[in-house]
C-alpha cells in the first residue's frame, strides 16, 4: 500500500515540476507586462525609470533559467510570493481560502448524497415503478442544467424574492446553504443514475438470495449487504469526476462570491496574477493527491480480498 | 402428519410456465429427491418453496408446511421459518456468502435476526456449529474469498442446520465441487440429516446420488412431473420413457456386474 | 420481452432523435439564412423589448434581436463544443489504436503520458491553461482538447486490445488474413459504436463546461452571442426582464438534453456497458 503511494506520489511530483515550469514559462513570455500589472493595480502614473527600477527589482531582467531556479528555491520552501494584485502572500491567501471550499465541497457533497441515495435506492428497489420513471426523468434534467444558471435561479428566487437565504459571501453557515444546494443538485444526476443501475446488479446477486433464504430483514439486506456492495461503482465514478466537482465549486464560488480558493483562482487569472494561479495549482495537485489517495484507501476497506492478499487459503 | 404438502404448485414468468402443475408431499425425516435435467424446473420448485423466487416470476398454487399454506403466509411469518424451520443449501457456493462479511458475520446476523442471545452466546454456537461439519473455529473470523469450496459448503450446511429444521432444501449441493469435496460433502449432509431427523428435500441431476440416500423420488422434465414413488420401485421398474432413458444414461455398478455375469433379471439397457 | 408498447417506444425515439438532431444541424448551418436582424446591431431605443412578431424572443439590454442572437448561439456554443470535441477524437484514437497494436514498449510509453494528463481534473486543467495563456475561446477549446483526447486513447486501446484476443481473430490468422486487414473489418465497427456512444455524451459535458466558463469571463468573450457570454450579460436584468436569461438558459438545457438522450439512444442500440464507455 505505501508502494501505491509513493508512487502516486511520485506522479504527482514530476507532473507538478512539469507544470510549474510550463507555467513559469508562460507567466514570463505571456503577453501583458507583469510589472505593469503591478504597477496598474497601484493606479499610479509611472515614469519609465520606476518601471526599469521596478523590472530590475523583482529580478526579470535576468536569464531565464535563472529566475526558474530562483523560483524553484522559492517553491522548495513553498514561498510563491506575493500576489500582483493584492500584494500579499499567495500561501497566505490560499491558506485562508481552503475552509470556504472545503465548506462548499462538502456542503455540496453532503447534498448531492441527501438526493441521490433515497431517489436511486427507491428507483432501484421499485424498478419499472412511477418512482423510476420520475428518477430517471429528474436526473436526465439535472444533467443538462447548466449549474450556473440553476444557481441565479435559486438566488433570484430563494435569496432575492423570497428573502429566505443569503445570497453573497460568506456570513456564518446560512450562506452556505444555497451554494451547497446549487452544487449538489448539480452533480447529483450522476449519481442517481449510476446509484440505481449499482444497486440493481447487487441485488441480483446470489448472496442477497442466500440472505433472503436465512430470514434477514429486507432493511437490513438492503443496508448491510446491497449498499455497501454497490459503492465501489460510484467512488470510482466519484475519483474520475473530481474535475467536474472542481470545476462546479469554482463556477459557485464566483456566482455566489464566496471567498474560497476558486473564486481566488478567476480573479487571478481575469488579473493575470501569476504568482496565484502558480499557488493555486500548487494546492490543487495537493488536493488531488489526497483525494485520489482516500478513494484508494477506501477501496482497499471496502474489498477485504484487497486488503488481505498475502494470507490466502487456509 | 405430512410435513410438507405442494399441490398444484405453477409457476409462470409472464405467459410461459416454468413449473406446471407439480405435486408431491415429504413426511417428517424423509429424504425426497428431485431429478431432472437442466431446465426441468426442479430449481424453481424449490425456490418457489421458501418464497425465493425472482420478482417477474409467479407462483400460484398451494405448499402446505404442516398445514398450512406458506404461499399465503405475509412477509414476517415467511422469515421466520427461512433458516430455522425451513434452509437452504444452494449449489453457489460463493453466491451464498456475502464477499465482505466474515463468516462470523453471517452466524451473527442469522442469529440476531431470529433470537435474542448474548454476543458470547452467539459465537458459541457458531463456533461449535462450524466443528460439527468438520471445520476450524477458525474459519469464524475468515472471508469467503479465504475458503475452499468444500469448506465454504460446509459452512453453508452448518448455518443451515443450526437450528435443526424441520425441512432442509438442497439445491444440486455438490454439483460444482470437485468429486472428493462433493463425497465428503454428501457423506456430512446424509450424516447430519440422520442426527437431526430433519427432512431433505435434495435435487440433483446425479442419480448416484439418489440411489444411495433417497426415500423417495420425484422426476421432472420440462416443469411437470413425470414420476413420483419410493426409490426401489422408480429406480427398478420405472414406468415413464423419460425416467428409463434417465437409468440408462447412468447406469449402475450393480447392474453392469450382473450383465457381466449373464443375469439380465433387472437388465437396465433392456426396453 | 418486446410488448407492443415498448416497440413502439423504441420508434418514437428513433424518429424524434432523428429529427432533431436534422434540426440542429440544419440551423447550426443554415442559420445565417433565416436571420432577419443583424446580430451585433445595437439599437438603445429598441432595448429590452418584449416578444413580438418583429422580435419573437425580445432584444436585449443593447437592442439586440434576442432570437438571432439564441440561433447563433447554436453555432458558437454547439459549434465550438463540437469542434473541440472533433479533435479531441482525431487525436486520441490514433494514439489509442497504435498503442493497442504495437503493445509493448510504444504501449506503455503512450499510456504513462495519456495518466499524466489524466493525473489531473479536466476542469481544473481547463481553468488553469485558459488563464495561462490569457482568458479566450482558443484557449478553453485547447485546454478541453487536451483533457478529452485521453478518454478516448484509451477507449480506443482498450478495444483494440480486447478484440485482439478474441477467437475470431486467431481463426483469421489461422487462416492466413493478415492481422491489419482483420483489424479493420471487425475492429471498426465496434470501434465507431464505443466512441460514438462516449462522444454524445461528452458533447453536453463539453457544452456546460464552455458555457460555464464564458460566463465567468474565461472561455468566449463578449460581444460573441455564446449563450454562456449571453447569461452574463442578462445578470443585471434579471429582476426586470427576466426572459433575458431564460432563454440561453434554456437552450443550453435543450441541446444537452438531446445530447444526452442521443448518447443514452446509442448505448442502448450497441448494448455497450457503462464501464467500457468510461
Redesign the interface.
Known amino acids: 500500500m505505501i508502494r501505491i503511494i509513493t508512487r502516486r506520489l511520485a506522479e504527482v511530483v514530476v507532473f507538478l515540476l512539469l507544470i510549474t515550469f510550463v507555467s513559469f514559462l508562460f507567466a514570463r513570455m505571456a503577453p501583458g507586462d507583469p510589472v505593469l500589472s503591478i504597477l496598474r493595480v497601484d493606479d499610479l502614473s509611472v515614469s519609465a525609470e520606476q518601471v526599469e527600477q521596478l523590472r530590475e527589482d523583482m529580478g526579470f531582467n535576468e536569464p531565464l533559467l535563472v529566475q526558474y531556479g530562483e523560483w524553484l528555491v522559492d517553491f522548495a520552501r513553498l514561498d510563491f510570493g506575493n500576489s500582483y494584485i493584492s500584494n500579499q502572500p499567495v500561501m497566505e491567501m490560499l491558506w485562508n481560502g481552503v475552509p470556504a471550499t472545503l465548506e462548499l465541497t462538502l456542503g455540496g457533497l453532503f447534498v448531492m448524497v441527501l438526493i441521490a441515495l433515497p431517489l436511486g435506492s427507491l428507483a432501484a428497489l421499485y424498478r419499472g415503478s412511477w418512482i423510476d420513471q420520475v428518477s430517471r426523468g429528474l436526473s436526465l434534467l439535472g444533467a443538462a442544467v447548466p449549474s450556473f444558471w440553476l444557481g441565479l435561479i435559486l438566488i433570484d428566487l430563494l435569496g432575492v424574492r423570497l428573502g429566505w437565504l443569503p445570497t453573497m459571501g460568506r456570513d456564518g453557515l446560512h450562506s452556505a446553504v444555497l451554494p451547497s444546494i446549487t452544487l449538489g443538485l448539480a452533480i447529483s444526476s450522476v449519481y442517481v443514475r449510476l446509484l440505481r443501475s449499482s444497486l440493481i446488479d447487487s441485488l441480483n ?3 442477497i ?10 432493511p ?1 439486506i438492503f443496508f ?2 446491497v449498499l ?2 454497490s459503492l465501489p461503482p460510484v467512488i470510482t465514478v466519484f475519483g474520475v469526476s473530481l474535475g467536474s466537482l472542481i470545476g462546479g465549486v469554482v463556477v459557485i464560488e464566483v456566482i455566489f462570491a464566496y471567498p474560497g480558493i476558486g473564486k481566488m483562482v478567476v480573479d487571478a487569472i481575469r488579473g493575470r496574477d501569476y504568482p496565484m494561479i502558480q499557488g493555486y495549482i500548487f494546492v490543487m495537485a495537493i488536493l488531488v493527491f489526497v483525494i485520489n489517495s482516500i478513494v484508494d484507501l477506501s477501496y482497499r476497506y ?4 484487497l486488503r ?1 492478499k498475502g ?4 | 402428519m405430512t410435513l410438507l404438502s405442494v399441490q398444484n404448485l405453477t409457476v409462470q414468468v ?1 405467459d410461459a410456465p416454468l413449473v406446471k402443475d407439480v405435486s408431491f408431499e415429504i413426511q417428517k425425516g424423509e429424504w425426497l429427491a428431485i431429478i431432472g435435467q437442466s431446465g426441468s424446473g426442479k430449481s424453481v420448485t424449490a425456490s418457489a418453496i ?1 418464497r ?1 423466487l425472482a420478482p417477474n416470476l409467479k407462483a400460484q398454487g398451494k405448499a402446505l408446511y404442516n398445514g398450512k399454506d406458506i404461499l399465503q403466509f405475509g ?1 414476517k411469518e415467511m ?6 424451520s425451513i ?2 443449501i ?1 449449489q ?1 457456493y ?8 466474515t463468516i462470523g458475520r ?1 452466524f451473527e ?2 442469529l440476531k ?2 433470537f435474542k442471545l448474548s454476543k458470547t452466546q452467539r459465537r458459541e454456537m457458531a463456533e461449535q456449529a462450524l466443528v460439527s461439519v468438520g471445520l ?1 473455529p ?2 469464524y473470523t ?2 469467503p ?4 469450496g468444500g ?1 465454504l459448503q460446509r459452512s ?1 450446511i452448518a ?1 443451515a442446520l443450526l437450528t435443526k429444521p424441520d425441512l432442509v432444501i438442497a439445491d444440486e449441493p455438490t454439483a460444482a465441487l470437485d468429486s472428493i469435496s462433493a463425497f465428503k460433502v454428501l457423506r456430512l449432509l446424509a450424516d447430519l440429516q440422520q442426527e437431526t431427523g430433519c427432512a431433505m428435500l435434495f435435487i440433483t441431476h446425479d442419480l448416484r446420488h439418489v440411489r444411495k440416500h433417497a426415500d423417495q423420488i420425484i422426476v421432472m422434465k420440462e416443469g411437470a412431473v413425470v414420476e413420483k414413488g419410493d426409490k426401489q420401485s422408480v429406480l427398478d421398474q420405472p414406468q415413464h420413457a423419460y425416467t428409463r432413458s434417465l437409468m440408462t444414461a447412468s447406469p449402475s455398478l450393480s447392474a453392469a456386474s450382473q450383465l457381466l455375469k449373464g443375469d439380465d433379471t433387472s437388465c437396465v439397457y433392456c426396453n | ?1 418486446t410488448s407492443r408498447l415498448t416497440i413502439n417506444r423504441t420508434r418514437a425515439t428513433k424518429v424524434f432523435l432523428s429529427a432533431f438532431l436534422i434540426l440542429i444541424a440544419a440551423i447550426a448551418v443554415y442559420a445565417f439564412l433565416i436571420l432577419k436582424h443583424d446580430p451585433s446591431f445595437v439599437d438603445l431605443n429598441e432595448r429590452l423589448l418584449p416578444m413580438s412578431w418583429q422580435h419573437p424572443f425580445g432584444t436585449d439590454h443593447l437592442g439586440r434581436d434576442m432570437l438571432t442572437r439564441i440561433l447563433l448561439g447554436f453555432q458558437l456554443t454547439v459549434g465550438y463544443g463540437f469542434l473541440a470535441l472533433l479533435l479531441a477524437v482525431a487525436i486520441g484514437v490514433p494514439i489509442g489504436v497504435i498503442a493497442g497494436f504495437k503493445g509493448g514498449l510504444v504501449d506503455r510509453l503512450l499510456m504513462r503520458v495519456a495518466d499524466a494528463f489524466l493525473a489531473f481534473p479536466d476542469t481544473v486543467v481547463a481553468i488553469v491553461l485558459s488563464g495561462l495563456l490569457g482568458a479566450g475561446i482558443e484557449n478553453l477549446l485547447l485546454a478541453i482538447i487536451l483533457v478529452k483526447w485521453v478518454n478516448y486513447a484509451r477507449l480506443a486501446r482498450s478495444t483494440v486490445v480486447t478484440e485482439r484476443q478474441k477467437d475470431y481473430i486467431t481463426m483469421a490468422k489461422i487462416n492466413g488474413l493478415s492481422e491489419w486487414r482483420i483489424m479493420w473489418k471487425h475492429l471498426f465497427p465496434h470501434l465507431i459504436g464505443h466512441i460514438l456512444v462516449l462522444a454524445s455524451l461528452d458533447l453536453g459535458k463539453i457544452i456546460l463546461l464552455i458555457s460555464s466558463l464564458s460566463y465567468i469571463g474565461l472561455g468566449a468573450q463578449p460581444p460573441a452571442p455564446e449563450w454562456g457570454v449571453m447569461l452574463n450579460e442578462a445578470r443585471p436584468y434579471f429582476q426586470t426582464v427576466p426572459a433575458l436569461m431564460i432563454y440561453p438558459g434554456l437552450a443550453i438545457v435543450t441541446v444537452v438534453l438531446f445530447s444526452n438522450l442521443f448518447g443514452d439512444y446509442l448505448r442502448d442500440k450497441f448494448d455497450v456497458k457503462k464501464e467500457v464507455a468510461e
Open positions: 446477486q446470489e448472496n438470495r442466500a440472505a433472503r433464504a436465512r430470514g434477514i430483514s429486507e437490513r448491510s449487504h455497501r456492495a471496502l474489498n477485504p480480498e488481505l494470507k490466502g487459503r487456509v | 409472464g421458501g425465493l412477509a422469515r421466520r421459518l427461512r433458516g430455522t434452509s437452504y444452494f453457489d460463493q453466491g451464498s456468502f456475502t464477499p465482505f462479511h453471517h446476523e442469522f435476526a431470529h476450524q477458525e474459519m475468515r472471508y474469498f479465504q475458503l475452499s469448506q453453508s448455518l | 420481452m
